[in-house]
C-alpha cells in the first residue's frame, strides 16, 4: 500500500480502527495514553520539545502536555488534529497541533530541536521504505543525544492487505536501517528507543 493511500485512510478512520484498546472501553484507551506516557517521560525534561507523531486524537499529546512538555503534536489527518484540540482543551492543557504528512518535520518545528520525538501506533502502518523516510525526518528535528521512542515490531507478519495491517520487520533489516539513520539502540524491544548520535 502506497504511502499516500496510508493517510487517505487514515482520514477517514471510524473511532474503533483508532486503537485496540477503544473496544474494550474508552477509560482503558485514554489510561493508555497516560501508561505509556508515564514509560518514556524519563527521556524528556519538562519544558522541553516532544514531538508526538501521528498524535491522533491526543491520547498521548494531552498526558504529554499536562507533565510540562513542550509538546507539538504532528498528524496527516485534520479531523484527528480536530479532536485532538477538543481533547486538549477537556483536559485544560494546551499543546501546538501541526498538520503534516511527516516528511516536512524540519518545516513544522522551525528552528525548534525535539529532546524526544514519539510514533506509537504508526509507524507499524506503513511500509518499511516509508519508516525510513519518515524516520530520517524525525531525525533532523531531534537534537544531538535526543530520543526517538516508535513501534516497530521484529517478526514475520508477511505481506500488509490493508492500511490496518502491521509491518513486520527482520531484525537486521531493523538494525541496519537503524545504524544508517545515526542512531544507537537504548531499548530493541518492538516498541524501539533509539537515541541519536
Partial sequence: MKFEDV??????????????????????????????VSEIAEYARRGQTVVDFGCGNGRLTGPLAELG?????????????????????LMG????????????LSQVLGKKKAALVV???????????????LLRSMVKVLRKGGVIVADIPVGSGGVRKSWID????????????????GLEWIDQGDVAVMRKK
Fill in 93 to 104: 492543557v494546551k499543546a501546538r497541533l501541526a498538520l503534516s504528512d511527516g516528511l516536512d
Fill in 7 to 36: 493517510l487517505t485512510a487514515w482520514d477517514g478512520a471510524e473511532t474503533g480502527d483508532i486503537h485496540p484498546l477503544w473496544a474494550v472501553s474508552e477509560e482503558a484507551y485514554w489510561r493508555s495514553g497516560w501508561d505509556q
Fill in 69 to 89: 512538555f513542550d509538546v507539538i503534536g504532528v498528524d496527516a489527518s485534520q479531523a484527528m488534529l480536530d479532536a485532538a484540540k477538543a481533547r486538549l482543551d
Fill in 119 to 133: 510514533a506509537r501506533a504508526v509507524l507499524i502502518h506503513h511500509a518499511p521504505e516509508d519508516v525510513e523516510r
Fill in 166 to 181: 502491521v509491518t513486520w520487520w527482520d531484525p537486521q533489516d531493523r538494525a541496519k536501517m537503524v545504524s544508517s539513520l
